[in-house]
C-alpha cells in the first residue's frame, strides 16, 4: 500500500468515486450520523482496552486505534460529501475559530509565549 501524502480535497473525491460507483449512493444524514457513532463507539472501545481500565478478552480480535480512526475519517468524508461540504473550508473555519476565540484559553507552554 502506498504512503504518499494525498490533500483533504483528494480524499474526499477519492471517496466519492468510490460511493459513485454504487447504485445505492451516499446514505441518508441520520443514517451517516448513525455510522458516525457506530464508529465512535468502536474507537472508544479500543481506547478503553488501551488506556482503561477493560482490557481485551483473550478470544477478541485486536484493532488498531488507526484503523479505527481511519474508518470514522472515511464516515465523515462521506457525510460531508453527501452534504455538499468542503472539508478544507470546514477546517480553515475552526482553526480560525481556536486561533482567535480559544487561542488564550490554555496554558501554552514556555517557549512558545
Not at 488506556?51 to 488498531?64: D, I, L, M, V, W
Not at 472515511?74 to 470546514?90: K, P, Q, R, T
Amino acid at each position: 500500500m502506498s504512503r504518499e501524502q494525498i490533500t483533504m480535497k483528494e480524499m474526499q473525491e477519492k471517496v466519492d468515486a468510490f460511493i459513485g460507483q454504487f447504485e445505492e449512493g451516499y446514505f441518508s444524514p441520520l443514517a451517516m450520523l448513525a455510522r458516525m457513532t457506530e464508529e465512535t463507539g468502536e474507537l472508544a472501545r479500543e481506547i478503553n482496552h488501551y488506556y482503561g481500565e477493560k482490557p481485551k478478552k483473550e478470544s477478541e480480535e485486536h484493532k488498531s486505534l488507526d484503523k479505527e480512526m481511519g474508518d470514522m475519517l472515511f464516515v465523515l468524508i462521506c457525510f460531508a460529501n453527501s452534504l455538499d461540504i468542503d472539508l478544507d473550508e470546514a477546517f480553515r473555519i475552526v482553526m480560525e475559530k481556536f486561533e482567535t476565540r480559544d487561542q488564550d484559553r490554555w496554558t501554552k507552554k514556555e517557549n512558545e509565549k
